[in-house]
C-alpha cells in the first residue's frame, strides 16, 4: 500500500468529517437559512463528496477484489464531480459577494432563497454531467498510452479540465479585484461622512483585505501547480510528483470550512450553543459592513 493512498485517505476522512459538521451546524440552525448559507451548504456538501471520493477511490484500489473497471471509473467520476462541484461553489460565493457589494441597496431584497437554490440545482446537475464523463467514454482503459496523471482520464480531457480551472481562478481574481476596489471606495465615503469612525472603518478594511489575501492565496498554493502540471505531465512522468501536488488540492477541501464557514460570526455562535449552549461574552457582535468582504 503506497503511503501516498494512506495519506490521501486520511486526508479524505478528516475532510469528510470536517464538511459533515458544517453541513449539520446548517441543516439545524433554522436562523441559517439565507442565501449565503446556502452556498457556504453546497461547498460543504462538495467538499463532503471529495473525502468521501478520496475514501472510495483507496477503497476501490486496494480492498475491492477483483479489480472492476465500473468502480474505478464511478470512483473518478465522483472525485471530479464534487471538485468541480467546490470550485463552482467558491466561484459563486465570489459572485454573490462582488453582487452583494456593487449593488448594496438593492440586492438583498432581490436575492430570493429560490433564485439560489435554483442556481445552485443548476450548477450542481452540470457538475454531475461533469462527473459522468468518465464512465461515457472519458477514459485511457483501453489504451494506457493516452493515460494523463489523472488516470483513467485521458491527457487531452485533463488539459481540458486544468485550462477550465485556470480560467475560473482568473475569473475570481477579477471579482475579488472589484471586491477590493468597491470596498475601498465605501471604506472612504463612509469615513468622509463620519470621520469619528475612520480608524474602526480602516481597521475593517484591513481585515477584509487580509480575508481576500488569505482567500486567494490558499486557493492558488493548492490548486494552481496541481493544474499547471496536469497540462504539462502525462502518466510516463514519475508518480511521486503527481502525489505531491494533488495532496495539496486536496487539502484545500479541509481549509475551505476554516476560511468560508467557522469564521462567520453566526455559523461560530451556532457551533459555541452547540458545544457547550452558551455563547462566550467576549464574543465580537459587530454587524458586518461592506468592507468586512
Known sequence: VSPWDIALCATGTAV????ALVLAVLFYTPSLRAPMFLLIGSLALADLLAGLGLVAN?????????????????????????FSASVCSLLAITVDRYLSLYNALTYHSERTLGFTCAMVLLMWLLCLGVGMLPLLGWNCLRDQST???LRPVTKDNAAVLAVTFLLLFALMMQLYLQICKIAFRHAQQIAVQHQFIATAQATSTRKGLSTLSLILGTFALCWIP?????????STYPVVYTYSLALP????SLINPIIYAF??????????LACCGCIP??????PRTSSDV
Do not use: H
Open 16 to 19: 469528510a468529517g470536517e464538511n
Open 58 to 82: 483507496f477503497a476501490v484500489r486496494y480492498l475491492l477484489r477483483p479489480p472492476s473497471e465500473a468502480a474505478e471509473l464511478a470512483a473518478a467520476g465522483m472525485l471530479l464531480a464534487a
Open 147 to 149: 493515460c494523463s496523471i
Open 226 to 234: 496541481f493544474a499547471i502540471y496536469s497540462l504539462v505531465a502525462d
Open 249 to 252: 488540492a486536496t487539502c484545500n
Open 263 to 272: 469564521r462567520n460570526p453566526d455559523i461560530q455562535k451556532s457551533l459555541w
Open 281 to 286: 461574552s467576549t464574543f465580537s457582535s459587530r
